[in-house]
């Protein structure tokens, strides 16, 4: 049998190789039948029939079955998030799968060529990491001491000083300008933006009406967020020196937080997702502590008082930072269940602290809570599509109205952004009977699957679809309309105009340039976080799993959020990859306490 498997092996080869070739090069329109993007004739469809006949050559004689299974699982996942992804960002709706039965056949092919493609990919990448080996070579100047930690800050600092100058005195956008008038006393407290947040921007406003003008303030604040992002950025560069990352990587993880565009221009803006971001940064640290030297790190009252500082912060500084928190902890009861007693005394901290926040902090500054609308983004979009797509009855028309009370809200969706039609919901209205909303929605998914479906999906594609696009940065000062706003006379005044830079982060908006677009990809990201997560499994180290949790469950909650693929709601993922990354890249002997 395997005398006759390897006579057979490479025209099972071929023959996969060519259909990958056509299953990838298919048309998926789905108003034409089966045609494909290059021509018979080109010499690309050569080339990539090559290229896949190397990558499953080189994997036909894998025997291991562990890394066979964890392969597929993840060429099933992807196949599957290519094939649906493609049909939402092209029709924002399945029918470029169920439109008929043509449309199904070809998704069927697509979804099987995609799936040999990464199963091959993954496959290799896993191989490849297996044999690779780490630590040829040392550098003074990169180690895990004071001098390397300082060198590096001042790199990332430096990097950074040119986007202040152009951009001077730093990004503002329409959230920014509420939290600046909050931050003044202009609008009353709420903490639809975190307070704790708004809290700093005030810090550095009033030190602006001081001096008689808050663009000095916007400038502090800037300066302030430069400071402190690449000092924890430097840290976790530091800290990976100190858990034996290959220094290959970190100098890459160092080039990646200094020159990678987004985190410039992010250091220099008045939004929430960047101090969460590095909250979240230290949290997975914290993590990766507990994952690979859980005995020391319980033991260390310092890490202990990090872990819940970090803990804490994550809650502060975002909303959705609580269920990161909160749906972490069981996970780490399950890692370091030994140390349960101190586990539930850190518990008990963040409770009491958060009730004593929200209870009579929130009273004393006569802080609001934000709207229930903002949680509520996936089922208010699955009502105003049914009311736009499906034949409904006047009784759930009229039960959808009294929470949404405008009359042609069919006009008001847009099916990647909640934001038109959550703007029309009634607090009130679902306050006093949130169970009678809870019900109708149940009512009208399991009536509508489809178009419930199709909703949800429109609303979150860009979180695992690599190719979907949206924008991620902002360079300028919001220009607001409102006469309040106008007073605070804020602007932008670059200090010294740099054209080659802008012409450099101006490639954040070029996506149709080959490779570039994926470098600012929440889609292509999250399945490298994944994939290594999956490495980890395969390898039976289960312990890193921890590290992978809080960035997990924060991608869970931006699937429910208002925006399709908002790069600032997922920024964490980005600013903790190198960890998460790193923790791979390690010496292969005892780690040092």
Not at 48 to 53: N, P, R, S, V
Not at 165 to 185: E, F, K
Request: hydrophobic content about 50%; charged content about 15%.
């Amino acid at each position: 049998m395997k005398k006759t498997y390897e006579k057979v092996r490479p025209i099972i080869i071929v023959f996969l190789s060519i259909f990958v070739t056509l299953a990838m090069n298919m048309n998926m329109d789905k108003n034409t039948a089966i045609k494909y993007s290059f021509t018979g004739n080109s010499i690309l469809c050569v080339v990539f029939f090559i290229l896949t006949y190397w990558l499953l050559s080189k994997i036909s004689q894998v025997k291991n079955r562990r890394l066979k299974i964890c392969c597929t699982i993840l060429a099933v996942l992807f196949a599957s998030f290519e094939v649906v992804g493609q049909s939402i960002d092209t029709y924002l709706d399945l029918s470029g799968i169920l439109e008929s039965s043509i449309t199904l056949t070809k998704s069927i092919i697509k979804w099987f060529g995609y799936m040999i493609l990464i199963y091959g990919v993954i496959a290799n990448i896993y191989l490849l990491l297996d044999k690779k080996e780490f630590f040829k070579g040392t550098c003074k100047w990169f180690t895990n001491n004071k001098r390397t930690f300082f060198l590096t800050w001042g790199i990332i600092f430096v990097a950074w000083i040119p986007y202040f100058l152009n951009y001077y005195p730093g990004v503002i956008t329409a959230d920014s300008m509420g939290q600046i008038c909050q931050s003044l006393g202009i609008y009353n407290l709420t903490n639809h933006h975190p307070v704790f947040h708004t809290f700093f921007i005030s810090i550095a406003m009033n030190i602006g009406k001081f001096f008689g003008n808050y663009n000095i303030g916007v400038a502090i604040y800037s300066v302030v967020q430069m400071i402190v992002v690449s000092c924890i950025f430097s840290f976790a560069i530091y800290y990976m020196a100190k858990r034996n990352v290959d220094i290959k990587f970190r100098i890459l993880t160092l080039l990646f937080y200094a020159f990678y565009p987004v985190n410039a221009l992010y250091s220099i803006t008045m939004w929430k997702d960047i101090p969460f971001a590095v909250a979240m940064l230290i949290f997975t640290i914290m993590m990766t502590e507990i994952a690979v030297n859980r005995e020391h790190f319980m033991k260390s009252k310092l890490k202990n008082v990090l872990l819940v500082i970090s803990m804490l912060l994550v809650i502060l500084f975002r909303n959705n930072g609580l269920y990161v928190v909160i749906l972490t902890l069981p996970f780490i009861f399950i890692f370091a269940r030994q140390n349960y007693k101190k586990l539930i005394a850190i518990t008990a901290i963040i409770i009491v602290f958060y009730g004593v926040w929200k209870g009579p902090i929130f009273a004393l500054f006569d802080v609001t809570e934000g709207s229930s609308r903002e949680a509520l983004s996936i089922p208010l979009q699955q009502f105003a599509r049914m009311t736009k797509y499906e034949d409904l009855t006047d009784d759930e028309r009229w039960r959808i109205y009294k929470y949404l009370p405008v009359d042609n809200l069919a006009d008001y969706y847009y099916p990647k952004i909640s934001d038109q039609v959550k703007n029309n919901f009634d607090n009130e209205a679902f306050a006093e009977d949130k169970v009678g909303f809870i019900k109708l929605w149940i009512k009208l998914c399991l009536k509508y699957p489809r178009t419930a479906i199709e909703a949800f999906l429109c609303n979150s594609y860009g979180y695992y679809y690599p190719e979907a696009v949206h924008w991620v940065v902002g360079r300028e000062v919001f220009e607001t309309t409102q006469e309040q706003e106008k007073a605070l006379d804020l602007k932008a005044t670059p200090i010294v105009d740099i054209p080659a830079l802008e012409s450099f982060d101006a490639m954040l908006d070029n996506r149709s340039l080959p490779l570039n677009s994926m470098l600012y990809s929440i889609g292509f990201t999250f399945w490298i976080v994944v994939t290594m997560l999956m490495y980890a499994i395969y390898k039976k180290k289960y312990r890193l799993m921890l590290i992978y949790i809080p960035v997990g469950i924060l991608w869970l909650t931006c699937l429910a959020s208002p925006v399709f693929g908002e790069f600032r709601y997922i920024y964490s993922m980005f600013t903790c990859l190198p960890i998460m990354l790193g923790v791979h890249f390690r010496e292969k002997k005892k780690e040092e306490s």
